[in-house]
């Protein structure tokens, strides 16, 4: 994407970007299958901080995983994000390529892997989010083993193009990064759930696969793994592991 088109999507977001009230969430499970919600954000986006508070109120309910990704390409604007990787920037692209998206935006979520919202204002998040636990359908199991290294995915119908396992290490919990620099310069931008690595471990053909998780997460990371298409990149399935096995 060229600067201007980057620079044009700023002043977009910045124009539908409402504090607004959140509808309230409806009553889940938290032991049915979550909505992983992904918030792709930028420090030196100046639109972004306010998805940031978004994504943070939604983050606790019961049966959602939030997970944000800090993106590069804002870095020309004179503050490089301490939390962004190329391959994060990546992800965003192949969404945008799956869901037919003319370019990407920031800040941008994507729910399930199905939708996108622009914007991430936080009625729109909410009735997203109650949609995509509605549509649920037999997805397969995920069951981390008890020693807490690794995870074996059950059987079930592969989607067309196939399917991979992917795990997702984040840390939990907010961080606030002090900007310097850039768009948001002098303020405390805060991130809920800042994703560290995505690792693939491997594909899923609809029968039963034990998967080694990555070895060099840290003892206060989280680990999601997903069961993702290949072709539309819908999540099928996903499950937490909130603790490391401990010796």
């Not at 009230?21 to 792709?40: C, G, I, M, T």
């Not at 994504?55 to 939030?66: C, F, R, T, Y």
């Not at 984040?170 to 310097?180: A, F, I, K």
């Not at 998967?211 to 993702?228: R, W, Y």
Request: with cysteine; proline share 6%.
């Amino acid at each position: 994407m060229t600067a201007w088109g980057l620079v044009r999507n700023s002043l977009i977001v910045t124009a539908i970007i409402g504090v607004g009230a959140a509808a309230p969430a409806k009553e889940r499970d938290a032991s049915a299958q979550p909505v992983v919600v992904e918030l792709f954000t930028a420090q030196g986006c100046s639109g972004c901080p306010e998805a940031n508070r978004t994504l943070e109120a939604v983050a606790d309910e019961p049966g959602v995983i939030a997970l944000t990704y800090g993106v590069d390409y804002w870095d020309y604007l004179g503050w490089s994000d301490t939390f962004a990787k190329p391959e994060f920037a990546a992800r965003q692209q192949a969404y945008r390529q799956a869901l037919r998206l003319r370019n990407v935006s920031t800040p941008q979520v994507v729910i399930d892997g199905r939708r996108h919202l622009s914007g991430v204002r936080p009625p729109e998040l909410q009735a997203a989010i109650d949609a995509e636990a509605a549509a649920r359908l037999h997805p397969p199991e995920i069951e981390f083993r008890e020693t807490g290294d690794r995870v074996g995915v059950g059987s079930g119908r592969p989607p067309v193009g196939g399917a991979e396992v992917m795990a997702v290490v984040y840390q939990p919990g907010l961080q606030t990064v002090e900007v310097r620099q850039g768009d948001n310069r002098g303020q405390a931008v805060r991130h809920v759930n800042v994703v560290r690595e995505v690792k693939r471990l491997g594909d899923w053909t609809g029968r039963p696969v034990l998967f080694a998780l990555p070895a060099d997460s840290a003892s206060e990371d989280n680990v999601v793994v997903l069961v993702q298409a290949k072709a539309d990149r819908r999540i099928l399935s996903a499950v937490r592991r909130v603790e490391r096995a401990r010796d």
